[in-house]
């Protein structure tokens, strides 16, 4: 079984605070991505690493940003929340190397913006 | 980026077994075909992966036709705990990066 860990697993915020959720994984991976999923809807990617001091921007933009100091832990944060940033944000990783190798997902943190 | 199409929903029912298909004509030569399936609250979890012909886990069966346009994940004798979104992705590499991209997903649900 993985080991990708997702905090907080739920958050209920007001509007304007800084947030930040927090992923880290135990497996060594270089790559990590975040993932941000509506009810009912696809996962889109809103940010990837693949390794420390690597980050880019996925195909859905997105007003947060992320840090990868190390390669365990893949933060993301919101300086100031709104309500259309209420959504459901799930963390993965996968192996290093060419070609493909599965992703392994957290959780997730479901936001909720008031 | 090579786009999936799947069907959005299924019903089944228990000992059944379920096959969804997912389109992928644009599949590129180095594209693998991927499955995953997310029960509510919890990210997806990795099924099966293959890139052609069959490749069967202890879990499910995997179907690509030589074309690989398309390819059918297979569950054999569903239960009520199958019921969950299936992802198919294709494995795409575009421009020196490596994009995994989900699409809307089949929600099956089984019956009892």
């Known amino acids: 079984e993985a080991d990708i860990y997702q905090t907080p697993r739920y958050l209920v915020i007001g509007t304007g605070k800084k947030i930040t959720l927090e992923c880290s994984q135990t497996m060594g991976h270089d790559k990590m991505y975040w993932y941000q999923q509506d009810p009912g809807m696809e996962l889109h990617l809103i940010h990837y690493s693949y390794g420390v001091n690597s980050t880019e921007k996925g195909d859905l933009s997105s007003e947060s940003t992320v840090s990868r100091i190390r390669t365990e832990h893949f933060p993301l944060t919101l300086e100031s929340a709104r309500p259309s940033h209420t959504s459901q944000y799930l963390c993965?990783?996968?192996?290093?190397?060419?070609?493909?190798?599965?992703?392994?997902f957290g959780n997730g943190t479901r936001l909720t913006v008031t | 980026l090579a786009k999936t199409t799947q069907p959005i929903s299924m019903d089944s029912y228990e000992g059944q077994e379920v096959n969804i298909t997912c389109s992928h004509n644009n599949i590129a030569t180095n594209d693998y075909i991927t499955w995953y399936q997310q029960f509510p609250s919890q990210g997806p979890r990795f099924i099966i992966q293959g890139y052609k012909t069959k490749v069967t886990n202890e879990v499910a069966s995997l179907f690509i036709p030589a074309d690989r346009k398309s390819s059918t994940l297979s569950l054999p004798r569903v239960s009520l705990s199958d019921t969950a979104v299936y992802y198919c992705l294709v494995v795409s590499i575009s421009g020196g990066s490596y994009i995994p991209t989900f699409g809307r997903g089949t929600s099956l649900i089984v019956h009892p």
């Open positions: 993965a990783s996968s192996e290093r190397g060419i070609g493909y190798s599965p992703l392994h």
